[in-house]
C-alpha cells in the first residue's frame, strides 16, 4: 500500500522502528500515556497512547503467532470513545 508521496507502510514502519529506533521509546511513551489517561479518563490522551502504540502492534502482528496483536490499539480507542460518550453526558446534564 502505497501513501502520499510513493513510500509504503512498511518503509515508514521501517524508518520509525529500524533506522530511528523508536520501537521501545513508543512502547514506554505508550503505557506511560495509557495509564495517565485511565487515571485522568482523558480521551485525546487515550487516543495519543493509541497513536503510539500502533508501530509497535504492527510490528508484532508480522510474526506468525501474533497476527492479532495489529487490534490492540482498538482497545484504546475503545476506552476513548468511553471516556468522550461519558464526559458529553457529564456536560449535558450539568447545563439541563
Keep these: 500500500m502505497n501513501v502520499r508521496g510513493g513510500y509504503s507502510l512498511e518503509e515508514i514502519?521501517?524508518?520509525?522502528?529500524?533506522s530511528l529506533r523508536l520501537f521501545y521509546p513508543l512502547l514506554i511513551a505508550s503505557v506511560i500515556i495509557f495509564v495517565y489517561a485511565l487515571v485522568k479518563r482523558s480521551w485525546i490522551l487515550m487516543l495519543v497512547s493509541a497513536i503510539l502504540l500502533y508501530p509497535d502492534a504492527w510490528f508484532f502482528s508480522g510474526y506468525p503467532p501474533f497476527p492479532w496483536a495489529k487490534f490492540i490499539p482498538l482497545i484504546q480507542v475503545i476506552f476513548a470513545l468511553i471516556f468522550y460518550l461519558m464526559k458529553r453526558n457529564k456536560?449535558?446534564?450539568n447545563f439541563q
Design 91 to 93: 456536560l449535558k446534564t
Design 13 to 18: 514502519m521501517g524508518v520509525l522502528l529500524g
